[in-house]
């Protein structure tokens, strides 16, 4: 199967391992697939969509993961990673509340990597603030993080919804992907400027 190999940085005849195929009765469904790269030897996570049923056609394959050389999946701390996937498993057993407060406490956490001598215990709005005023995330993503059900006006006696959680799960993916992915890109591609320019340090647009 031709798919792109991030390590080759190239399309590779990649060799099948195996597959799952997700909504198999549905006209949107996808199939999973785990490939390796016969010149390098990596895994590779790929997926096709469904193009027509009778009979069953699948599409382009497109790799999924890595997504990238630099992926936030790696770059996350320890103990953000580990409390993503506290969060998960609490939302996979309906423990929505627990869910969303480990999300809450993902903040706190991600502040503490980003100011290791600032032990003060922060709260939810505090952190996603100093985030925000530290430039680590933009306008956007602070908006969305007090318009999820535990910003402003959220009180402590609210239960969280199935609906609620999976909101906070996602939005707390995106900021990681923001923090720990696109803001690390968007670094390297500064520095690449700079070390590419003719006057090395002096960018003008
Ligand atoms: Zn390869």
């Not at 080759?8 to 549905?26: F, K, P, Q, R, W």
Request: with cysteine.
């Amino acid at each position: 199967m031709i798919v792109n190999c991030f390590i080759c940085e190239t399309d590779v005849d990649a060799l099948y391992c195996g597959s799952h195929i997700l909504d198999e009765n549905d006209a949107k469904a996808t199939r999973i697939l785990l490939l390796f790269c016969p010149t390098c030897g990596c895994s590779i996570l790929a997926s096709q969509s469904v193009i027509a049923t009778h009979p069953l056609k699948w599409g382009k394959v497109g790799r999924i993961w890595p997504r990238n050389a630099l992926s936030s999946f790696w770059d996350v701390s320890d103990d953000v990673y580990e409390c993503m996937e506290a969060a998960r498993t609490s939302f996979n057993k309906g423990a929505y509340d627990t869910c969303a407060h480990i999300c809450m406490n993902v903040i706190s956490v991600i502040h503490r990597t980003h100011n290791a001598e600032d032990e003060k215990v922060i709260t939810y709005s505090e952190g996603l603030a100093l985030l925000h005023n530290q430039g680590l995330i933009g306008r956007r993503m602070y908006d969305w993080g007090q318009e999820i059900p535990c910003g402003v006006g959220f009180k402590s006696e609210d239960a969280f919804t199935k609906e609620s959680a999976q909101s906070f799960i996602e939005f707390i993916e995106a900021l990681c992907d923001c923090i720990y992915f696109q803001n690390k890109r968007y670094d390297i591609f500064k520095n690449r400027l700079v070390s590419t320019s003719p006057t090395k340090g002096e960018l003008s647009l």
